[in-house]
């Protein structure tokens, strides 16, 4: 286990280090520099300005710096909001982000597994035809065209929730249902998929021959074995609803990480771009490493080593 932990850790490193390098002469191949927006700013100004930040030094000095920089945790100061750290900056805007991820992971694992065992549990009939119409409109409807329908008709037409804003518990409602329909349809999918093809199983009909009880055979055999392609989802799963909070934060106006990594990019903020993306990026490995670690846990065939059990 050791040794799995170990290796997972040194490649998480290396797409860290991967991600760093590509954001940051990404950001340094963009034509121009972040202040040249600014009106009325003469160039001797822009000059202070470029010296203060480092911009005017060579790029390879300003790359082994921000490096050294990361390995600190400092992330730099914000070059639009006035003496403001990146690192507080996210962290006081990433609790309003995580509540929301959080809720919309949730609702997604719960809703997606029953609505894709019930699919399964009632295959071709009325409930599967329609949970799986269901699971194909989640797919085809991207969240933020979901996000504006359901804004629309729901809080503007019907007045049942608040257009905007992130207050009360009420307030999740719609920013939640919209994150969280694109990944409870794949998960409905799989779940629905795999159930049907563990109730064929020859194990389940011996189960079935020796007498067991149909909840103990649903629950030890039948969901266990179900659930493993759910667990290989929620890591692109949650990268899907942390990368898609960026524009429902901005559409709900909800002032989390996505909203404010929204406003540095059309101010053109290099040092927060790099760091949300960077902070991005670490949240993601983790998931997939969590993902990774529990799938060994779940399923007793695979190791933790790596390998497989003869």
């Not at 507080?88 to 929301?100: R, Y």
């Not at 049942?160 to 307030?171: Q, Y």
Request: proline fraction near 4%; hydrophobic fraction near 55%; avoid cysteine.
């Amino acid at each position: 286990m050791a040794r799995y932990l170990i290796s997972k850790f040194i490649f998480m490193l290396i797409s860290l280090l991967i991600l760093i390098s590509a954001t940051f002469f990404l950001m340094k191949a963009i034509p121009g520099n972040p202040f040249m927006s600014e009106r009325a700013t003469s160039p001797e100004i822009q000059a202070r300005l470029m010296e203060q930040y480092g911009l005017d030094k060579p790029v390879y000095v300003q790359y082994f710096k921000y490096l050294g920089d990361i390995v600190t945790g400092d992330f730099g100061i914000s070059m639009k909001k006035l003496n403001q750290d990146v690192s507080d900056i996210i962290g006081q805007t990433f609790m309003v982000s995580l509540k929301l991820g959080l809720v919309a992971i949730i609702v997604s694992i719960i809703v997606g597994i029953l609505l894709g065992m019930l699919a399964a549990l009632y295959h071709r009939r009325l409930i599967d035809t329609v949970a799986m119409i269901l699971a194909i409109l989640g797919i085809a409807v991207p969240s933020f065209v979901l996000a504006s329908l359901i804004q629309f008709f729901l809080a503007q037409k019907l007045e049942l929730f608040n257009v905007m804003g992130f207050e009360g518990p009420m307030d999740y409602v719609l920013p939640v249902a919209a994150l969280s329909a694109q990944p409870i349809a794949f998960i409905a999918r799989l779940t629905r998929s795999s159930m049907i093809e563990v109730l064929h199983a020859d194990y389940i009909k011996t189960a079935k021959a020796k007498g067991l009880k149909s909840i103990t055979i649903m629950f030890k055999h039948v969901v266990r074995n179900a659930i493993l392609p759910v667990v290989t989802y929620v890591g692109p799963m949650t990268a899907n609803i942390i990368t898609g909070s960026v524009v429902i934060e901005r559409i709900f106006g909800i002032g989390g990480i996505g909203k404010v990594f929204v406003e540095s990019i059309t101010s053109r903020d290099y040092t927060m771009i790099m760091g949300i993306t960077i902070f991005y990026g670490v949240l993601l490995m983790l998931a997939r490493f969590i993902t990774d670690v529990a799938y060994g846990f779940i399923d007793p065939r695979i190791k933790l080593s790596g390998g497989k059990e003869g």
